[in-house]
Nanobody, 112 residues
């Protein structure tokens, strides 16, 4: 069965950086596009970034473009999200997703 396990969240000051990771298993990871989404407190789920199966193409939400970088390691079934210049409005639970299937998420809190 599909398993997606996110890690790397935490508390960071505005302007700081974090790198999220997602360990995938139970499916042919290298054949699927993957994405990250987030849910801020009291708000709906927001798509953040996507990468195609071979890491040839990426796309970002306007709110994170230029600050976040999505990447993947197909050999190790790992999806990553490098987040730089973090802002308080980036505070959310971040989910690794295969389509709309997602893990339990990892909490990112941006606060001074």
């Amino acid at each position: 069965q599909v398993q997606l396990v996110e890690s790397g969240g935490g508390l960071v000051q505005p302007g700081g950086s974090l790198r999220l990771s997602c360990a995938a298993s139970g499916f042919a990871f290298s054949t699927y596009a993957m994405n990250w989404a987030r849910q801020a407190p009291g708000k709906g789920l927001e798509w953040v970034a996507e990468i195609d199966s071979r890491a040839m193409s990426t796309a970002y939400a306007g709110s994170v473009k230029g600050r976040f970088t999505i990447s993947r390691d197909n050999a190790n079934y790992t999806l990553s999200l490098q987040m730089n210049n973090l802002k308080p409005e980036d505070t959310a639970v971040y989910y690794c997703r295969k389509g709309t299937q997602r893990g339990k998420g990892t909490l990112v809190t941006v606060s001074s």
